[in-house]
């Protein structure tokens, strides 16, 4: 059975101090507002309305938990670096992102979402700068695709990799899209390899 498949929504959080007790090994999906993440993860889980996706970018404001059918769990993190949000809402979001991203114990891999067609922003940069010093591993997902040529979609992915080489094998890449359903199987192949190496998870 599909990795994601029959994930059920579990809890949504709107602070640190709300987190649950880590329980099972955690895996976080996090993005620029519109970037695609929401769309990615209804695909990956083979559900339509799974995690919800906006037009409006920085609709979603939560942390919010899926349960996998496995023990472990989809953390869907809120989209950032959207102009139009408030500032004091973004200062909430970046504390809110970093805390998680560094604190959490049983997180186990950062999926990191970007539009193929303007990867690696400043902010994507700002999350990786977060995660990396973890040492735990990041799958980018380069949304959107089937929206550039296949020539442009091989450059991008080669430009993407060849920036983030530095991180060497803590850093993995793809394409992805969610119209096509392409790509599902090599993030499954990614995140699975990660769950089987996963330690089990400390108790709270």
């Given at each position: 059975?599909s990795?994601?498949?029959?994930?059920?929504f579990?809890?949504?959080?709107?602070k640190?101090?709300g987190?649950?007790?880590?329980?099972?090994?955690?895996?976080?999906?996090?993005?620029?507002?519109?970037?695609?993440?929401?769309?990615?993860?209804?695909t990956?889980?083979n559900?339509?309305?799974?995690?919800?996706?906006?037009?409006?970018?920085g609709?979603?404001?939560?942390?919010?938990f899926f349960?996998?059918?496995?023990?472990?769990v989809?953390?869907?993190?809120?989209?950032?670096g959207?102009?139009?949000?408030?500032?004091a809402?973004?200062?909430?979001?970046?504390?809110?992102?970093?805390?998680?991203?560094t604190?959490?114990?049983?997180l186990?891999g950062l999926?990191?979402i970007?539009?193929?067609r303007?990867?690696?922003?400043?902010?994507?940069?700002?999350?990786?700068g977060w995660?990396?010093?973890?040492?735990r591993?990041?799958?980018?997902?380069?949304?959107?695709?089937d929206?550039?040529?296949?020539s442009?979609?091989?450059?991008?992915?080669?430009?993407?990799?060849?920036?983030?080489?530095?991180?060497g094998?803590?850093v993995?890449?793809q394409?992805?899209?969610?119209l096509?359903?392409?790509?599902?199987?090599?993030?499954?192949?990614?995140?699975?390899s990660?769950?089987?190496?996963?330690?089990?998870?400390?108790?709270?």
């Amino acid at each position: 059975m599909s990795l994601f498949r029959n994930a059920q929504f579990e809890i949504s959080v709107a602070k640190p101090s709300g987190l649950p007790p880590p329980h099972g090994p955690e895996i976080a999906f996090a993005g620029r507002s519109n970037a695609g993440k929401s769309s990615a993860i209804n695909t990956l889980a083979n559900h339509v309305r799974l995690a919800f996706v906006s037009k409006t970018p920085g609709r979603t404001q939560l942390i919010n938990f899926f349960r996998l059918q496995n023990g472990a769990v989809l953390v869907d993190l809120p989209g950032y670096g959207y102009a139009e949000v408030p500032e004091a809402v973004r200062r909430q979001w970046q504390h809110l992102l970093e805390d998680y991203l560094t604190r959490r114990p049983n997180l186990i891999g950062l999926v990191l979402i970007m539009d193929s067609r303007h990867p690696l922003k400043d902010r994507d940069r700002t999350m990786i700068g977060w995660f990396a010093p973890s040492g735990r591993p990041i799958h980018v997902l380069l949304t959107k695709s089937d929206k550039l040529t296949r020539s442009e979609a091989a450059a991008t992915l080669a430009a993407v990799k060849k920036e983030l080489a530095p991180l060497g094998e803590q850093v993995t890449v793809q394409l992805f899209s969610s119209l096509k359903k392409t790509g599902v199987e090599e993030v499954e192949r990614v995140v699975g390899s990660w769950l089987a190496e996963a330690p089990s998870a400390p108790s709270a």
